[in-house]
T-cell receptor
Framework: DAGVTQSPTHLIKTRGQHVTLRCSPI?????VSWYQQVLGQGPQFIFQ???????GRGNFPDRFSARQFPNYSSELNVNALLLGDSALYLC????????????FGPGTRLTVL | GDSVTQMEGPVTLSEEACLTI???????????LFWYVQYPGEGLQLLLK?????DKGSNKGFEATYRKETTSFHLEKGSVQVSDSAVYFC?????????????FGTGTKLQVIP
């Protein structure tokens, strides 16, 4: 069975640009969560979506947004990129977003120059 | 809010040495506790978990026991191998409103030398 997939694997942007990261959950999973992992730190929770609705949001600015599609895949969008947005962005899927375990994808490495 | 504190690394051990990585947490309610492992250039892999007090999670020779009285979930292995070299993250899962959130520690880098 395919696990959580994310694209692209790596991405280089410059300050002020916009970026879109994509995630496909495990088949049958209806919830997707996004995390930011800055080098040398643990992942920080950004968003959780379930059934196309935002269920939770971490302490991130409005430049960060996300959405979930009818097939349960998800996009994370970041506007007006800052150097500090350079990080590994992890997507995790779970069956229901409340009680079931989260499975993590390999991540997208974003570098902002 | 929820928080996880784990011992700082890096931890350098010789092959076949004993490993302990300390982890303590602060959370309301009854969180589930996890250890994740991250190999260089890769995402997170679940190593083991415990969902209630006194549960012991185990996998690949690693163990951790959920100690509610000391709010701890220390990771242990009796004999480490070079292939165990990675970054280990302690984490807790809590539920708030209609969703679950995982809070991670800062990670402990383990290097095992032959």
């Amino acid at each position: 069975d395919a696990g959580v997939t994310q694209s692209p694997t790596h991405l280089i942007k410059t300050r002020g640009q916009h970026v879109t990261l994509r995630c496909s959950p495990i088949s049958g999973h209806k919830s997707v969560s996004w995390y930011q992992q800055v080098l040398g730190q643990g992942p920080q929770f950004i968003f959780q979506y379930y059934e196309k609705e935002e269920r939770g949001r971490g302490n991130f600015p409005d430049r960060f947004s996300a959405r979930q599609f009818p097939n349960y895949s998800s996009e994370l969008n970041v506007n007006a990129l800052l150097l500090g947005d350079s990080a590994l962005y992890l997507c995790a899927s779970s069956a229901d977003g409340r009680y079931n375990e989260q499975f993590f994808g390999p991540g997208t490495r974003l570098t902002v120059l | 809010g929820d928080s996880v504190t784990q011992m700082e690394g890096p931890v350098t051990l010789s092959e076949e040495a004993c490993l302990t990585i300390n982890c303590t947490y602060t959370a309301t309610g009854y969180p589930s506790l996890f250890w994740y492992v991250q190999y260089p250039g890769e995402g997170l892999q679940l190593l083991l978990k415990a969902t209630k007090a006194d549960d012991k999670g185990s996998n690949k020779g690693f163990e951790a026991t959920y100690r509610k009285e000391t709010t701890s979930f220390h990771l242990e292995k009796g004999s480490v191998q070079v292939s165990d070299s990675a970054v280990y993250f302690c984490a807790l899962r809590s539920r708030s409103g209609g969703y679950q959130k995982v809070t991670f520690g800062t990670g402990t880098k383990l290097q095992v030398i032959p």
